[in-house]
């Protein structure tokens, strides 16, 4: 059986919760559809010892801030989980969890959501699947030959895993300097980091809150069609959290350029040196979750589907929201969807 709503919301994380928030306020009807079992989004997935870049303060969903997490100045990923629990359950959103959305398509003046608990007949969707279920992992020469354990920033949780192991962490952003740092601050692993091109620390005084700022001011600036964005620096460069901080003054921290390629039992350099490694962490990022998409047609380059705003250009009933700065300034992160999230909003409630 078809059922009817306003809005379909596709994925219940951070991104979804927003959405559900400032639907909530509009007074329309809908539903998130949710493929995860627990409430977390992709937070409840991340490694122990994770932090947020900012304070609690500085990254709530709107309409309630995030307490503070003791004595911590950037609360965990635990108590990141537990603030969007608590939040679901403070708005009284309609999340359906466990289910999986398949397919969304044109369905006359509304859009069909297929998932495998049933189908949907809406007004509009707003996706909000973010990226975390689309790990990239580059085409290294040699990945297919290496004999030791490969895994990517989705499967690692902690330094334990890899006790008087040699291992080799791969990139050079946020996630991949985090996890190094985590690893060579424990003492039992032999680390080897290496990048595309020399690490970028941030400044020790800036953290998320700054960066929302960047992102803010350079996504205003080209919109009125400037190129000098005049940001601190680029979203990529790596914010130096305590943990980095630490293992980054004691000398732990250091790069190393890329490798050639992987060999049976470890690496081989540009030099043509090789070293053994019995593990390697692929810290390479992601790609957009949009699979469920693919029926209306809409991809552009680079796997985005081009959008004004959270709107897709060749869809108007259809917003994305959460995964990146081309759907919103600092849309992925927890202070800046709300934002767009009410945008988004505001545009489905004008839909005729």
Request: aromatic share 6%.
């Amino acid at each position: 059986m078809t059922q009817q709503t306003d809005v379909v919301v596709v994925g219940g994380g951070q991104a979804g919760l927003a959405a559900g928030y400032h639907l909530r306020r509009q007074g329309l009807d809908f539903v998130i559809l949710d493929a995860e079992a627990a409430p977390g989004g992709s937070w409840q997935h991340m490694w122990d010892s994770l932090h947020l870049f900012s304070p609690a303060e500085h990254s709530s969903l709107p309409g309630r801030l995030m307490p503070a997490q003791g004595g911590e100045t950037y609360p965990g990923a635990g108590h990141v989980v537990d603030y969007l629990a608590d939040y679901e359950k403070r708005y009284d959103l309609p999340v359906q969890r466990g289910t999986r959305v398949d397919a969304v398509r044109r369905d006359a003046d509304r859009l069909l959501v297929e998932a495998d608990s049933g189908t949907w007949r809406a007004r509009a969707v707003i996706s909000a699947t973010g990226i975390w279920s689309r790990p990239f992992l580059p085409a290294v020469p040699g990945r297919s030959v290496f004999t030791g354990r490969q895994l990517h920033t989705v499967n690692y949780r902690c330094p334990a895993d890899f006790a008087d192991q040699r291992v080799i962490v791969v990139g050079g952003g946020n996630s991949g300097a985090q996890i190094a740092a985590d690893l060579a601050l424990d003492g039992r692993v032999e680390v080897t980091w290496v990048t595309q091109r020399p690490p970028r620390f941030l400044p020790d005084d800036i953290d998320g809150r700054a960066l929302f700022d960047v992102a803010t001011a350079r996504r205003r600036a080209l919109d009125v069609g400037r190129t000098d964005t005049g940001g601190v620096a680029s979203l990529g460069d790596i914010v130096a959290v305590p943990p980095v901080r630490a293992a980054r003054d004691a000398g732990l921290l250091t790069a190393k350029p890329m490798f050639a390629q992987l060999a049976p039992t470890g690496l081989r350099w540009a030099d043509g040196n090789q070293s053994d490694a019995d593990a390697v962490i692929w810290c390479t990022g992601f790609r957009p979750a949009l699979s469920h998409l693919a029926p209306l047609n809409l991809r552009g380059p680079r796997g985005h589907i081009p959008t004004d705003g959270t709107r897709a250009l060749g869809e108007p009933r259809l917003h994305l929201l959460g995964y990146g700065d081309w759907t919103g300034p600092a849309s992925a992160t927890l202070i800046g969807v709300g934002r767009t999230a009410r945008d988004a909003v505001r545009a489905i409630a004008q839909l005729s």
